[in-house]
């Protein structure tokens, strides 16, 4: 006896529709009974697909839903599968079900469905640790707090884990992109500077820091270099009109220098007071009289180079 699906009874009558309009119309309605017995009894199934069912099957469970999602469109089973999920299914017998929540649940209900889905009754055997990188500091506060949150939003203790893990790793690449940005930046500066200064650069640099050594103590100037603040090219520039404005009284003087500047390179200096248009030679200037005091160190430091 022959199984036929739909498709190929509709196939069978030579282009027509359900064998309506055809010649043949009435050899197919004899034939009828038997065509409709076959497909009832082989497997004409939804989707009109000819499963392959083994013999010896229980008729009674043909065409059930859970069977047929392991079937491909030709209507063969897949074995593995079907007996793996056997043993999946096989294996949940005896287990404690777990309940969906609903808008009726407490706090209660939904303590005990985390600690079904693992998390630990105690918080003190959360077991979650704070791996940190190297390029950062641990910050305990910040971490029993992320964990107390995590513990009460009924996160496992792998859930947690996976969790801290990612802020930390991300703090740390954050953190040692920005010291590279900065690394690149302080680089950059240091170079404007060198190529501004020339050879007076390492002088310069000297006296600056003599003068902020007058206004600051060693532990203060220690503060600042941890913070990064004496990493700017303006601070070093501010300290060194800073030295080059200061009284010669509170200059450190030694061998003819004043922070570092020669007798000759005050020489140098004076001769560019001298120049037309200065404020040291223009009458009425603002600024004229702040030069004049500062000829006057010129002079004094240009002289006590020649002792």
Same mark, same amino acid.
């Given at each position: 006896?022959?199984?036929?699906?739909?498709i190929?009874?509709?196939?069978?009558?030579?282009?027509?529709?359900?064998?309506?309009?055809?010649?043949?119309?009435?050899?197919s309605?004899?034939?009828?009974?038997?065509?409709?017995g076959?497909?009832?009894?082989?497997?004409?199934?939804?989707?009109?697909?000819?499963?392959?069912?083994?013999?010896?099957?229980?008729?009674?469970?043909?065409?059930?839903?859970?069977?047929?999602?392991?079937a491909?469109?030709?209507?063969?089973?897949?074995?593995?599968?079907i007996?793996?999920?056997?043993?999946?299914?096989?294996?949940?017998?005896?287990?404690?079900?777990?309940t969906?929540?609903?808008?009726?649940?407490?706090?209660?209900?939904?303590?005990?469905l985390?600690?079904?889905?693992?998390?630990?009754?105690?918080?003190?055997?959360?077991?979650?640790?704070?791996?940190?990188p190297?390029?950062?500091?641990?910050?305990?506060e910040?971490?029993?707090?992320?964990? $107390?949150?995590?513990?009460?939003?009924? &996160?496992?203790p #792998?859930? =947690?884990?996976? !969790? %801290?893990?990612?802020?930390?790793?991300?703090?740390?690449?954050?953190?040692?992109?920005?010291?590279e940005?900065?690394?690149?930046?302080?680089?950059?500066?240091?170079?404007?500077?060198?190529?501004?200064?020339?050879?007076?650069?390492?002088?310069?640099?000297?006296?600056?820091?003599?003068?902020?050594?007058?206004?600051?103590?060693?532990?203060?100037?220690?503060?600042?270099?941890?913070?990064?603040?004496? $990493?700017?090219?303006?601070?070093?520039? &501010?300290?060194? #009109?800073? =030295?080059?404005? !200061? %009284?010669?009284?509170?200059?450190?003087?030694?061998?003819?220098?004043?922070?570092?500047?020669?007798s000759?390179?005050?020489?140098?200096?004076?001769?560019?007071?001298?120049?037309?248009?200065?404020?040291?030679?223009?009458?009425?200037?603002?600024?004229?009289?702040?030069?004049q005091?500062?000829?006057?160190?010129?002079?004094?430091i240009?002289?006590?180079?020649?002792?």
């Amino acid at each position: 006896m022959k199984n036929f699906s739909i498709i190929s009874m509709i196939k069978n009558e030579r282009g027509s529709f359900m064998g309506s309009g055809s010649e043949g119309g009435g050899d197919s309605g004899d034939g009828g009974g038997d065509s409709g017995g076959d497909l009832g009894t082989g497997g004409g199934e939804p989707g009109g697909i000819e499963y392959s069912y083994p013999e010896g099957f229980d008729e009674t469970l043909k065409g059930n839903a859970t069977l047929l999602k392991f079937a491909d469109d030709k209507g063969q089973f897949n074995v593995p599968k079907i007996m793996k999920s056997l043993v999946h299914a096989t294996g949940m017998i005896g287990k404690d079900k777990v309940t969906l929540p609903d808008e009726t649940w407490t706090e209660d209900q939904y303590s005990d469905l985390y600690n079904k889905l693992g998390r630990p009754a105690d918080i003190k055997e959360y077991g979650v640790e704070n791996n940190v990188p190297d390029n950062i500091e641990a910050n305990k506060e910040f971490f029993d707090s992320f964990k $107390d949150a995590a513990y009460t939003a009924g &996160l496992a203790p #792998k859930q =947690a884990q996976a !969790m %801290s893990n990612f802020m930390n790793d991300f703090l740390g690449q954050s953190v040692a992109k920005n010291n590279e940005m900065s690394q690149i930046a302080y680089n950059a500066d240091l170079t404007s500077l060198k190529n501004e200064w020339g050879d007076a650069y390492e002088r310069k640099t000297q006296r600056a820091f003599s003068a902020l050594e007058q206004f600051a103590s060693k532990e203060e100037i220690a503060g600042m270099k941890s913070k990064g603040l004496l $990493d700017s090219s303006l601070v070093t520039k &501010l300290f060194d #009109k800073v =030295a080059e404005g !200061m %009284s010669e009284d509170s200059l450190q003087v030694k061998g003819g220098n004043t922070f570092g500047l020669t007798s000759t390179e005050a020489a140098s200096e004076i001769e560019k007071y001298y120049v037309k248009g200065h404020p040291f030679m223009t009458q009425g200037h603002p600024e004229r009289k702040f030069y004049q005091e500062k000829m006057m160190k010129l002079q004094r430091i240009k002289l006590a180079g020649r002792r």
